[in-house]
Structures are given as structure tokens and as C-alpha cells.
């Protein structure tokens, strides 16, 4: 394959001299995280996790973002990630993913006239947007993305199974693939809710 993690030689100065955290390398494949501020469990209800499916949908279609490998926990998202070539800028696509994302679910959150939690909620994220130079009013989801690029196979496989197996290790299925909003069930022959590109 034609991507980074699949790379030997991997003492060479430019990778040593790369930092964990960033979009370095513009040909790499990254884990990402993304956490809702202060954990808050968000995504037990599925019309935010659709929201935020709907997005990463767009920004494959229309960003140039491939997909690897997800999972929509209650709190936070994994990804697998990587721009394709005719795109300059994996962060850019990051930052407006998470800007439409706030804002929609935020929206979703204050209109949703079945959400017993909608105060709350909304204040939290509010308390988070004032503490928050870089934010207005609101402040969904928390500034690090902590991104890792893979670059060996078993770093990568590591990742992949520590996505698939979030599921698995919070109690609520017995097989990673029998977890809806993720992307084991892919990696296990049938089909996600994701168009993805398999690793393996």
C-alpha cells in the first residue's frame, strides 16, 4: 500500500523529529480522537451519532478524507484517517468535521423537545465556550485531537484493534462487529454504515 504506516526504515531523522500530536507527515495515516468536553455521554442517542455518520459522509465525498477504521462511543470518536491526493490539508478537514459537528448536534440538542438532559447539557457547553478564548458561545467538543501517525504495521494493528474492541471492553457487546456504529463489522466481511478503505 502506498501510505506511511506501511513504511521501513523507520529511524530515519524525519520521522524521529515528527511530533505525536500533529498532521505531520501530509501522506500518513492517523488515529484520532475526538472527546466531548467534561465526557458528557452524548452519543447515547442516535440522532447525534447520525449527525456526526452524515458528516464524515460528506467530508469523504466532498473533502477528500478517507476512512480506515471508526467507533462512535457515548463520549468520544476513534478514527483511523488519511487525505487522498488530490487534497493539501488532513487538519483543515479536521477542523471544519468538528465545527460542523458542534454546531449541528449542539442545534439538534436545543431543539430536541424529547431530551430530558437539554439543560444541562447546554450549560455545561456553555460553561466550557466561556472558559474557551477560541470559542463564542459554545464549546462542544475538546481541542486535542491526539493524533498518531501509524507508522508500522503492528502500531497500526494496535489502533485497529483498540477501536473495534471499545465496544467490547465497555460491556455493551460480546463481538466487536455486532456493534453498530463502528466499523468492525467491515473488517468481519459484512456491511457498515461507512464507506471505508480496509487496512488489512
Keep these: 500500500?502506498?501510505?506511511s504506516v506501511f513504511?521501513?526504515?523507520?529511524?530515519?531523522n524525519n520521522y524521529k523529529n515528527m511530533s505525536a500530536y500533529k498532521f505531520d507527515d501530509p501522506e500518513g495515516i492517523?488515529?484520532?480522537?475526538f472527546t466531548v468536553v467534561e465526557w458528557i455521554d452524548v452519543f447515547t442517542r442516535s440522532e447525534y451519532s447520525e449527525i456526526?455518520?452524515?458528516?464524515?459522509?460528506?467530508?469523504?465525498?466532498?473533502?477528500?478524507?478517507?476512512?480506515?477504521?471508526?467507533?462512535?462511543m457515548s463520549?468520544?470518536?476513534?478514527?483511523?484517517?488519511?487525505?487522498?491526493?488530490?487534497?493539501?490539508?488532513?487538519?483543515?478537514?479536521?477542523?471544519d468535521f468538528k465545527k460542523f459537528t458542534a454546531s449541528h448536534i449542539l442545534k439538534s440538542i436545543e431543539n430536541n423537545t424529547?431530551?430530558?438532559?437539554?439543560?444541562?447539557m447546554l450549560w455545561i457547553f456553555s460553561s466550557a465556550g466561556k472558559k474557551n478564548k477560541n470559542n463564542t458561545n459554545f464549546q462542544f467538543w475538546?481541542?486535542?485531537?491526539?493524533?498518531?501517525l501509524l507508522m508500522t504495521n503492528k502500531f497500526m494493528q494496535q489502533k485497529?484493534?483498540?477501536?473495534?474492541?471499545?465496544?467490547?471492553v465497555a460491556g455493551l457487546v460480546d463481538e466487536p462487529e455486532y456493534y453498530k456504529y463502528s466499523s468492525a463489522s467491515d473488517y468481519a466481511g459484512q456491511k457498515g454504515l461507512l464507506k471505508i478503505k480496509l487496512l488489512v
Design 52 to 72: 456526526v455518520l452524515d458528516s464524515i459522509r460528506y467530508c469523504q465525498k466532498e473533502k477528500g478524507l478517507e476512512v480506515y477504521a471508526w467507533v462512535i
Design 1 to 3: 500500500m502506498r501510505r
Design 160 to 168: 485497529l484493534d483498540y477501536i473495534h474492541n471499545n465496544p467490547v
Design 142 to 148: 475538546k481541542q486535542d485531537n491526539h493524533a498518531e
Design 75 to 95: 463520549n468520544h470518536i476513534h478514527l483511523i484517517i488519511s487525505r487522498n491526493e488530490n487534497v493539501n490539508d488532513l487538519s483543515a478537514i479536521v477542523r
Design 30 to 33: 492517523y488515529f484520532v480522537t
Design 114 to 120: 424529547h431530551e430530558s438532559r437539554k439543560n444541562w
Design 7 to 12: 513504511r521501513h526504515g523507520l529511524e530515519n
